[in-house]
């Protein structure tokens, strides 16, 4: 399901009982689990993409993690 199938959802006015019931049975796994796998997925593809060095804590506040923990877990 990509970003703008969820801003869909989202959009459609859908509960967010049904937003989160839908991901889970379809996906397996809840709403904000997917946006921070995506979140972790585009740092990843950065990482692996780029051959400048890049400061980890800075990527990880451009895409939204805006606590080290968050961004540990």
Do not use: W
């Not at 996906?27 to 890049?54: D, E, F, M, V, W």
């Amino acid at each position: 399901m990509s970003l703008n199938a969820v801003s869909s959802l989202v959009r459609a006015d859908q509960s967010r009982r049904t937003i989160h019931y839908n991901f889970e049975r379809c996906l397996g796994i809840s709403p904000i689990q997917y946006i921070k796998n995506n979140r972790l997925n585009a740092i990843r593809l950065h990482l692996l993409n780029n051959i400048k060095i890049t400061c980890i804590s800075d990527l990880a506040l451009e895409h939204g993690f805006f606590h080290t923990s968050a961004f540990n877990d």
